[in-house]
């Protein structure tokens, strides 16, 4: 079966049948949030501390529903309705966006504490359309230079994404370490053509949480040789999530968002149906 980015663009590709099979799918459910669990521990976030993250190419909130359980504020960004319409059915709790990444994010510069993208950016390799702009190394620098700024430094950003050879996987961090990353590529079970994963990890400035240098990969088990094990994170991340959840709520994103506004915040992006469900948008 080919690969969904090479069938049609995102938005076509997910459209209102697409989007609810992907959502209701119990092994796409696993799978997804098995990978924003690893996202989140290698995004290292301190762990008693309100925080807003991005989540790039959100969906229909499979990842920023683990976002909201584990206790973070979050903001979506997806090109495709249909999959932004699911996500408002089922009442998710980030503020909606929709954006295509590739023409850049249209954030005020150190708005989000971090972000994480979920199967993602190889849609970003490729061309939209023979316009030289639209192709991938346009897409991708429009993409890393505007998350670098949207990003408060120090913090980090963990993509995983499904690249198809090493030279992809070259295009993407080259661009990346000029829109001024640093950090490198995590690969989790190298050895297993079914539960290997790629992650991007990102820092900005020194990349927060302690640690300058890349996190290693995953070796060893896996459950069923395309899910990799991750119950243990769970049992941690849900410890740790009891913490979390005490500090903070929906008062806090407002008042740090009513504090950006007294920061003079400027330019806020055209409005739209997935634009602040239950406030309005101040980015
Ligand atoms: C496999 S889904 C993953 C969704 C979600 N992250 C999850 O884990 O369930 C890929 C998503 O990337 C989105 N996407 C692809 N290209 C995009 C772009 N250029 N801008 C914004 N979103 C994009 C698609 O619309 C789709 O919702």
């Known amino acids: ?15 209102d049948t697409e989007a609810t099979k992907y959502t209701n799918n119990t092994r796409i459910q696993q799978i997804q949030a098995d990978m924003t669990y690893r996202a989140l521990e290698l995004l290292n976030m301190p762990p008693d501390e309100p ?14 529903e683990i976002l909201s359980e584990e206790g973070y504020e979050w903001v979506g960004l997806d090109v495709a309705p249909s999959m932004l319409e699911v996500a408002l059915e089922r009442e998710v ?36 359309t023979s316009h030289p702009t639209s192709s991938p190394p346009h897409r991708l620098t429009r993409f ?3 998350l ?9 950003a963990v993509l995983q994404f499904y690249p198809t050879s090493d030279d992809q996987i070259q295009l993407i961090t080259s661009i990346a370490q000029k829109a001024g990353f640093g950090g ?12 290997r994963k790629v992650f991007l990890c990102l820092f900005v400035g020194g990349g927060g949480g302690g640690q300058q240098q890349v996190p290693k990969g995953l070796e060893g088990d896996e459950v069923d040789g395309s899910r990799a094990k991750f ?14 959840k005490e500090v903070k709520g929906k008062e806090w994103i407002l008042r740090k968002k009513e504090l950006y506004r007294q920061r003079g ?3 806020v992006p055209r409005d739209s149906k997935f634009t602040g469900r239950k406030r309005k948008p101040v980015f």
């Not at 490198?184 to 539960?195: F, Q, R, T």
């Not at 119950?231 to 979390?244: L, T």
């Open 184 to 195: 490198g590529i995590v690969v989790d079970y190298p050895n297993s053509k079914k539960a």
């Open 265 to 267: 915040k400027e330019s």
């Open 231 to 244: 119950e243990g994170r769970r049992e941690r991340a849900a410890k740790s999530n009891k913490k979390r």
């Open 1 to 15: 079966m080919s690969r969904p980015e090479l069938v049609a663009p995102p938005e076509i590709y997910y459209g």
């Open 144 to 146: 890393f230079t505007t």
């Open 93 to 128: 709790e980030g503020d909606l966006f929709l954006q295509d990444i590739g023409q850049g994010l249209g954030f005020r510069p150190g708005s989000f504490d971090g972000a994480i993208s979920i199967s993602v950016i190889q849609w970003l390799l490729n061309a939209e």
């Open 51 to 64: 925080a807003l993250l991005l989540d790039i190419g959100c969906g229909s909130g499979l990842s920023g």
């Open 148 to 156: 670098h700024s949207a990003l408060r430094n120090p913090s980090r």
